[in-house]
């Protein structure tokens, strides 16, 4: 674990945030947090946004993002005359609820000693309470692109005297479709404002809405670009489809796992999955967009909390998810896009702990593994458990899978021993971006 932690933190080890100018109000918080240095995203970051750059992070969770942009944010709206006091002067938009809770938890946290007032905005809620907090005025405001356009329409939400512009998570901001919300809001943002865009990976889409909205962008990453934490031991166990949903239970189980989170590629799967591993006596709950706010945000806490072992998730809904110290990281199924593994994984290893990241592995998803290990640079090890190994039945599901893919995904033969147990096979690539 001391060692995980130096390799994370070695770039930056003779940093520290007094060095990098913070106010003594933040660093103050910062010490409450527990924070002894910044990390190296941070360390590479928060000077570039002191000096009033525009900056382009490549940095996925668990580095420390966060606190990058916040930081140095606050220090400046804290530095400047306040006449424009409890007008918007800072607007991060994140892809989904539960990161922008975590943010604004975040904001909430390093302000403490600030005369700076922050809120959050998003969907699946009632939005009175919200509007009710817009009126009475803030600095600071944490929204979804949904529900910013919504308020806006409303006329209760002014972007005029934004100052600061974040986009957090834009890959996966321009993956849920939000590129039309993001342009207008840019639209009637003013043009003198500082920009901050932080990103897991760096698509030419990416790079395009970095071009259009930024003022010649100070480049920083924090690892090189879609490499996986070092901290995380990845693992591929080999198995037939229709074990999977039985290989999870036993590895839990045999493993003693005490907080795992699992992901699945849908919103049907992560109930099936959460359900088998109740009737397992295994405490779990899924998380997904079918889910109600007041469910998901139960479930995060439950999880958190230690009352709920294994959080079942959809790629969308556990975007940006901060759990600290996160031991366990399972693929049920493997994402279509070989990057989505490496945000996976990225909810373990993080912020300098280690973590495993195991991959649960039919034949049909076989190219996906040499797709993610093209993109990470080398084989992940690969190794069976015991009593589900796979059989040479699993040759016909492979023959199946890639009848299936020929036949642009309309193959309905039925499977030999389908008992239904595992992942659907029917898997259709997206284009890479
Ligand atoms: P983030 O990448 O922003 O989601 O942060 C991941 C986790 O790292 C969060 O739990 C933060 O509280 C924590 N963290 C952020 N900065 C530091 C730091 N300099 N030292 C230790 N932990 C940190």
Known sequence: ???????????????????????????????????????????????EILNGHDVLASAQT??????????????????RTIDRKRKIRALILTPTRELAAQIYENVKEYSTHLDIRATVIFGGVNQNPQVRTLREGVDVLIATPGRLMDLKSQNEVSLRDVE?????????MLDMG????????????????QTL???????????????????????VEAAPENTAAETVTQIVHPVNRTDKANVIVKLIKDGDWSQVLVFTRTKHKANRISDKLKNSDISAAAIHGDKSQGARTKALAGFKNGSIRVLVATDIAA??????????????????VPEDYVHRIGRTGRAGASGEAISIVSHDEEEYIRDIEKLLGFKIPKKSIPG???????????????LTKKN???NNRRKPNNRGGGGGGNFRKKSRR
Do not use: C, W
């Open 1 to 47: 674990m001391i060692l995980a932690f130096k390799l994370s933190f070695q770039n930056t080890i003779y940093m520290t945030f007094k060095s990098l100018g913070l106010n003594e109000s933040i660093l103050k918080a910062i010490a409450k947090k527990g924070y002894t240095e910044p990390s190296p995203i941070q360390g590479k970051a928060i000077p």
């Open 62 to 79: 668990g580095t420390g993002k966060t606190a990058g942009f916040t930081l140095p944010m606050l220090h400046i709206l804290a530095k």
């Open 164 to 172: 600061f512009f974040v986009l957090d998570e834009a890959d996966r």
């Open 178 to 193: 939000f590129i039309n919300d993001i342009k207008k809001i840019v639209k009637v943002i003013p043009r003198e404002r």
């Open 197 to 219: 865009l932080f990103s897991a990976t760096f698509s030419k889409d990416i790079k395009k809405l970095a071009n259009e909205f930024m003022q010649r962008p100070v480049f």
């Open 319 to 336: 975007r940006g998810l901060d759990i600290p110290l996160l031991p366990h990281v399972v693929n049920f199924e493997l994402p279509n």
């Open 388 to 402: 589900f190994e796979q059989s040479p039945l699993a040759e016909v599901e492979k023959l199946e899978a890639e």
């Open 408 to 410: 642009g995904g309309n």
